[in-house]
Nanobody, 124 residues
Framework: QVQLVESGGGLVQAGDSLRLSCVAS????????MGWFRQAPGKEREFVAA????????YYADSLKGRFTISRDNAKNTTYLQMKGLKAEDTAVYYC?????????????????WGQGTQVTVSS
């Protein structure tokens, strides 16, 4: 199995930037594409961004493209989500997950192992 631990969340003001990290252990990190999802209070979990095993391809929710950037460092078993120009509506618990090869990048059903989440709260 794979263990994923997210970190980097916190309380920030609108307009601030924040970088989330997801550290993997267990199976070889480079075997998996990775994704970020988020879940706001009272809402369903939604796709944020994803990145292929080598980092050669990235995928974003249309509403976030250009403001959020996903990256990875396989030597550190870590994937990142750089968030810029944060808005109150970005407030959510952010989760990272391992992608199932050949599955959709944009939906929860395309992923298998999940982290515990990290809270991002943006004040306005």
């Amino acid at each position: 199995q794979v263990q994923l631990v997210e970190s980097g969340g916190g309380l920030v003001q609108a307009g601030d930037s924040l970088r989330l990290s997801c550290v993997a252990s267990g199976r070889t990190f480079s075997w998996y594409g990775m994704g970020w999802f988020r879940q706001a209070p009272g809402k369903e979990r939604e796709f944020v961004a994803a990145i292929s095993r080598t980092g050669g391809s990235t995928y974003y929710a249309d509403s976030l493209k250009g403001r959020f950037t996903i990256s990875r460092d396989n030597a550190k078993n870590t994937t990142y989500l750089q968030m810029k120009g944060l808005k109150a509506e970005d407030t959510a618990v952010y989760y990272c997950a391992t992608h199932v090869y050949g599955s959709t990048w944009y939906e929860e059903r395309g992923y298998d192992y999940w982290g515990q989440g990290t809270q991002v709260t943006v004040s306005s």
